[in-house]
Nanobody, 123 residues
């Protein structure tokens, strides 16, 4: 079964950018939908966006135009590019894999998860 590991988090100033990486081990992404979520302590995990096998993406409204998801199945790697970050973007970011070809926006529809990487945005 595929396992995922996120990296690239850190402290950035409001308006800045960073790129998160999700890498697979012990398997491949396959042709299935992959997603990014984020979570603040004490709150539920929140959908950020997802990407289909052909590269089509869907995003939470508040990040549209600022965040971009991409994937390279040959490298078993997915990225989340965060631009024009805001303090409200501060969270632990998780990547997730599925066994579905559909658009998935809820955590329960995903099968594999990374450990998370912290993104902190200062104002």
């Amino acid at each position: 079964q595929v396992q995922l590991v996120e990296s690239g988090g850190g402290l950035v100033q409001a308006g800045g950018s960073l790129r998160l990486t999700c890498a697979a081990s012990g398997g491949t992404f396959g042709p299935y939908t992959m997603g990014w979520f984020r979570q603040v302590p004490g709150k539920a995990r929140e959908f950020v966006g997802c990407i289909h096998n052909d590269g089509r993406t869907y995003y939470k409204d508040s990040v549209k135009g600022r965040f971009t998801i991409s994937r390279d199945n040959a490298k078993n790697t997915m990225w989340l590019q965060l631009n024009s970050v805001k303090p409200d973007d501060t969270a632990v970011y998780y990547c997730a894999g599925s066994r579905s070809l559909l658009l998935l926006t809820t955590p329960g529809r995903y099968d594999y998860w990374g450990q998370g990487t912290q993104v902190s945005v200062s104002s």
